[in-house]
């Protein structure tokens, strides 16, 4: 999507100037402006999910290989900041594709492709491996760049990521040898050539000539929404660095914006924003735009932004606790001033008995503010119903846990028994062949999964009728069931539910390989009767009133 930037930068600029007139603050029109574009989301969302509709249509009618490929490489792009597993299987496509083809420059797209849906996703030993394949001699110019500029991206994650010092500066020197490359290799004039030489003035301490670098940027007419948003990142991070935190904040609601009109789910501005609102005071939009971040970057699988969200999350909470406590605090104090005054009438009252006429308006006066009182009875023991309701509930999982953890023990003290037992009376082949029976360890699964299936039955009952609703008629799943019991098909999707979206981790719990996992996931979300975009999405509101 191309605009006039210069012309809507300098309605910006003007609009926010105006605004600082009138409220105080520079930021004000910036913020408002992100909260109005968060909740016009859906329409964006719909925009961008028609686009992908007619890609997949058109993907389906497709008959050529490169015409299939191209395809696969659009949806790659709208998914490869929005969906996990969906930039996954177009990535692969796109591989398996290009393998077909024969086509060195494809194939080198597409592993390049992969590699970048790994990096954003933190896993970047797994990029390492998938750009280990490409023979550079086989690289045009414009995929050598690209090759580069991947191999700085994933030494820049290695060194943030590592816990090793020595490790990090070994992964730090790295990263620089191909960030020259990357700066050698840029053309005068692109996004990249702004932004990698605004951070070196910013490194140098030239906070002007930073900013009139990108400001240069700003004045191309044919930017895209995407640029904007860097170059508006880039201007906060000179404000940081100067201490100037109302413009940094102003230019990272900005870049939000732009952000969400894309869209994208793992803004690193938005979360920025959220951080320097609560540093401000403004706490309920703080956690807002955190909270919004935080659901992004989880679907996106961006770990680094998650990571980032984590470090911001728990302050913003805390305040928001802190301000919720203030309310009820000063709820309570108008509620025993009520019961003052209250009490003060009935003194009334009692002295002014002779004056009738007077007396009856007491009355009704009175009766409005028994009525008032009775409401706010009514909602606290309410409130205090559902808090002894989820006590109840806390209590028995938690002495089911109890009771579960103490009979592992005690089977492990079984365990051990049987084989002193075995080691006493009878030979060291005996005590081996103990070891190696995967009786036990099959025993205690079982009943592991026997109580994870009554704990989620127990919190979700209707789980299998509302996840069969979603799918079509031949591909239900555990009509067949005794009551109270899931299968491992059912269980994928229960630990889905409750938060645990990594194949790798389900395949760890269920005993099954992570590809055996993922294939279930892909074969399940197609047959979806609302469409494999919505199907995990319309899963996680399984049991939500």
Partial sequence: MKINVGIVYILLIGSLSACKGVSGHVWDEAVENLEHTLENRSEIELTRNSRISQLHHALQKATGTPERYRLCDELFDMYVRWDLDSAFLYAHTKDSLAAATGDKSLMIDAKLDLARRYINSGMFHDAMETVS??????????????????????YHGLALTTRDDRLRQGHRQTELYYQALNRAAMKEGSIEYYTVNAAAEIDKGSFLQARSLLEKALSDSDLSIDDMSTIHYWLAKTYRAEGDTDRELQHYAVSARYDLMIPVRASRALTNTARLLHDKGEVDKAFVFITNALEGATQADARICIEEISTVMPAITLSLDNQERRKISHLTVSTQLLLILLAASLILLFVLRLFQGKLRKANASISAQSQEIKAVNASMQTYIARLKDANNIKDIYLGRYMSMFSENISGLERYRSRLRTVSKSRDISDVLQELKSDTFIDTERSKLYEEFDNTFL?????????????????????????EGRLNNELRI????????????KIAQFLKKSPSTIYNYRVKLRNSAVCGHDQFEKRLMEIGNP
């Fill in 133 to 154: 394949h490409i023979n550079i001699s086989d690289a045009d110019k414009d995929q050598e760049d690209r090759l580069n500029h991947t191999l700085y991206a994933i």
């Fill in 458 to 482: 127990g919190v979700y009952p209707d789980f299998v009728s509302q996840l069969n609703a979603l799918l079509r008629e031949e591909s239900r799943i555990g009509k067949n069931l005794p």
């Fill in 493 to 504: 999707f229960a630990l889905i539910r409750l938060g645990v979206t990594e194949s790798a």
